[in-house]
């Protein structure tokens, strides 16, 4: 897939003021500071279409990008620290939840995780609950450039070693570097893929 045009459609914190959901849409989450905005950056093509923050916790807001005037890429708030007021940080976990679990044209949640981390509680507690909701998700490693392949291979053995305890089967998995665009091809070809079983349901409902 070749992507031709990327452009910003809202932020919005309302679910019933988001767009029509009449196109496939595939949401990005994380904890603060994993690197979604330089992921979605890498992934569109377009420097600067997702906002870069040194301060962890800078996205408040549901934002929806229009990519090639055919689906939806949203940028959601990560979880975790954000310097934010006990009210605001307890308003997000409602907000993702209505959105993750009622947005009819959802059709994947990326869940993206720091490579160079071991497992974070928080970031398996999430994906556990991803999966109570059977809710369909990818997980994308991220900042693969800032190790090794021999310390990538390990972190990955670890991650997978600990979700199969629990997991009879994994999500599918990509590993991604924004640096060097490892992933993009692979995580494209998963929306694209994606695009035309939505578009074929879709229009089958039609006729």
Not at 81 to 109: D, I, Q
Request: hydrophobic share 40%; glycine share 6%; net charge positive.
């Amino acid at each position: 897939m070749d992507i031709e045009s990327a452009v910003f459609v809202q932020s919005n914190t309302q679910i019933v003021a988001l767009p029509k959901p009449d196109k496939a849409e595939y949401a990005f989450i994380g904890r603060s500071n994993v690197g979604k905005s330089s992921l979605i950056n890498m992934l569109t093509g377009v420097k600067g279409l997702a906002k870069i923050s040194g301060r962890p916790g800078k996205t408040i807001t549901i934002n929806h990008f229009l990519i090639n005037n055919q689906w939806f890429l949203v940028d959601l708030p990560g979880y975790g620290y954000a310097r934010r007021s006990k009210a605001e940080r307890e308003r997000w976990p409602e907000m993702l939840r209505a959105y993750l679990t009622k947005r009819k044209n959802l059709v994947y949640t990326f869940v993206l995780l720091d490579l160079r981390l071991e497992p974070q509680a928080i970031d398996l507690e999430f994906i556990q609950w991803m999966g109570n909701n059977n809710l369909p998700m990818v997980l994308i490693f991220t900042k693969a450039d800032k190790m090794g392949s021999s310390t990538c291979d390990k972190n990955l053995a670890a991650y997978k070693k600990i979700l199969l305890q629990t997991w009879e089967e994994l999500p599918p998995i990509v590993v991604t570097s924004a640096v060097a665009k490892t992933g993009r091809a692979e995580l494209l070809s998963i929306i694209e893929d994606e695009n035309r079983r939505f578009n074929d349901y879709t229009n089958s409902i039609i006729t």
